[in-house]
């Protein structure tokens, strides 16, 4: 059960009863509520989470768009961050890499440095077109991890080849990056997210623009890094049917409130029953893993 405490010190909201749904650490934010995470999440209580966002505020071109915010990721999970456009949600994951400031609060990472946190942003065309293979794409995620500058050593082109593995790439590791489908090179941003990456993914929106195919195959391959790889995924998107499906937490910000807990305390909101109606079963149960380790139906797409 979440535990929640209260930070509006105008309204003195700490001595007032919480509404039935704050029991799944719904609120607005005007409440100023603080949220914790429920004790029967699958994750070791002793554990400190890798990223713990405590009361923090943001703004985007002078106005704010997230305020008090608490929640925190611990290794293993699969939070999905949903919600309305405009509400915060890139903002959120800028400050979390430190690319942005907070205006309040704190972001504080225990045990992760952000090197550490692999990350694919939304492509733009200019990324789509960029000419060089697909092996020189990926071993670029390397460069974090280098002490000499862009002349990549034997490790990083051993990190690639493995990350290129995972992903089931291999076979076209030579093949220019622009030539490919959009489902392949969005698995050849996220072998490229891999190199990086040694404990943490960090996805805006990684199926924008994909066939319901080459959709299905990229979310059945995060789902396999994190389940079967222990990869922590925090991942933006609007899909929030297949959230509900694959992540084991949901972050949702809208303007006018917040709700952080497990998937399964999401479902048992008003607000997710249009999405379970959505929901299907997974058909893909009995296909075998493919060369990355991740089910999918015919060659690479």
């Not at 029991?23 to 209580?45: C, E, L, M, P």
């Not at 299905?216 to 790889?229: G, K, T, V, W």
């Not at 499906?245 to 807990?261: A, E, M, P, Q, W």
């Not at 959505?278 to 296909?287: C, F, L, P």
């Amino acid at each position: 059960m979440s535990f929640i405490s209260f930070k509006n010190k105008k309204n003195k909201l700490a001595d007032k009863k919480l509404p039935p749904h704050s029991a799944w650490g719904h609120y607005t934010k005007k409440q100023g509520t603080r949220i914790g995470r429920s004790a029967n999440a699958d994750v070791d209580s002793a554990e400190a989470p890798l990223v713990t966002v405590s009361d923090v505020s943001l703004s985007y071109e002078g106005r704010n768009v997230i305020e008090g915010l608490s929640f925190d990721v611990c290794r293993g999970d699969y939070l999905c961050v949903i919600g309305e456009n405009g509400s915060g949600k890139s903002t959120l994951m800028s400050a979390i890499l430190g690319l942005k400031k907070v205006s309040g609060g704190k972001i504080s990472m225990n045990g992760l440095s952000r090197g550490e946190i692999g990350v694919l942003p939304q492509q733009s065309q200019v990324q789509k077109d960029f000419p060089a293979l697909v092996e020189e794409v990926v071993i670029t995620g390397c460069l974090g991890r280098s002490t000499k500058g862009p002349f990549m050593t034997k490790d990083a082109r051993k990190i690639a080849f493995a990350s290129m593995e995972k992903l089931g790439i291999t076979s076209i590791a030579k093949r220019p990056y622009r030539e490919l489908s959009g489902g392949q090179q969005q698995r050849v941003m996220i072998a490229r997210a891999l190199c990086a990456a040694e404990k943490m993914l960090v996805l805006d929106e990684p199926v924008t623009g994909l066939d319901p195919k080459s959709t299905a195959d990229i979310y059945s391959l995060i789902s396999h890094l994190n389940r079967a790889e222990k990869m922590t995924i925090v991942m933006v998107t609007h899909d929030v049917a297949s959230a509900l499906r694959y992540s084991t937490h949901i972050l949702r910000i809208n303007k006018d409130s917040v709700f952080f807990g497990s998937t399964e305390e999401y479902k048992t909101l008003p607000e997710a029953s249009a999405y379970l109606d959505r929901e299907k079963d997974d058909s893909d149960a009995d296909i075998p893993y493919g060369e990355g380790g991740f089910r999918y139906k015919g060659g690479i797409t």
